[in-house]
Each structure stands twice: as C-alpha cells, then as structure tokens.
Nanobody, 123 residues
Framework: QVQLVESGGGLVQAGGSLRLSCAAS????????MGWYRQAPGKQRELVAA???????NYADSVKVRFAISRDNFKNTVYLQMSSLKPEDTAVYYC?????????????????WGQGTQVTVSS
C-alpha cells in the first residue's frame, strides 16, 4: 500500500506561483509514474503533468511552459511548480502514483491517490 500526502495548495492572485509537493510512503516494491491531476467543480478529473521514475515528463497542453513537474526518487516525492497561474487553474489538485506492490511471489500494479489540495487563483 502507498500513502500520498500532498501540501502546498492555497490562494494566489493571477500571475502568481505555487509549488505543490506530494510525499509517498508505505509498503511497496517500486513507484513508477507519479503525476498530478486536477478537478474543477462540475468538470472531470484531468491529467496536469506526469513524470516517470526515469524522469520523462508529460504535460497537458494548457499548462505547458507554465508548470514544471519534478521528483526526488530518494525522498519519494513529486513536485509541481506552477507559475503564471490563471483563474482557470483553480481546482483540487490530486497526486497520483502508479506502483508495484505485494509480496515477492505475488506482485501487482496498483494506482494510488492523495487526498487532494485546493488551488484557488483569483483574478
């Protein structure tokens, strides 16, 4: 099992910056891709950015250039640096980890979510 604890959300004015952090802990064999998703009121949850254990990244078109995802594999922590924030970035941001868990003879892939952190951008 993997536990994900997010921090860093809050209220910021348009054009400002925020940095989200997500620390993974628990019992697992490996953590592969980690990412950030967001869900605005009345909308579906969407991928914001993801990063593999090797450092390959993927971004939603709406945040390219403005957001940067990174991770510290030793700390099992993923970060999302958000700059030039816009009101439309307002949402609950969720950390996600795709992991391999289970005993050595019965490992399996599983998907874990953090509790979410609110990001509000005022105009």
């Amino acid at each position: 099992q993997v536990q994900l604890v997010e921090s860093g959300g809050g209220l910021v004015q348009a054009g400002g910056s925020l940095r989200l952090s997500c620390a993974a802990s628990g019992s697992y064999f490996s953590i592969n891709t980690m990412g950030w998703y967001r869900q605005a009121p009345g909308k579906q949850r969407e991928l914001v950015a993801a990063i593999t254990s090797g450092g390959s990244t993927n971004y939603a078109d709406s945040v390219k250039v403005r957001f940067a995802i990174s991770r510290d594999n030793f700390k099992n922590t993923v970060y999302l640096q958000m700059s030039s924030l816009k009101p439309e970035d307002t949402a609950v941001y969720y950390c996600n980890a795709q992991s391999v868990v289970g005993p050595p003879t019965a490992r399996y892939r599983d998907n874990y979510w953090g509790q979410g952190t609110q990001v509000t951008v005022s105009s």
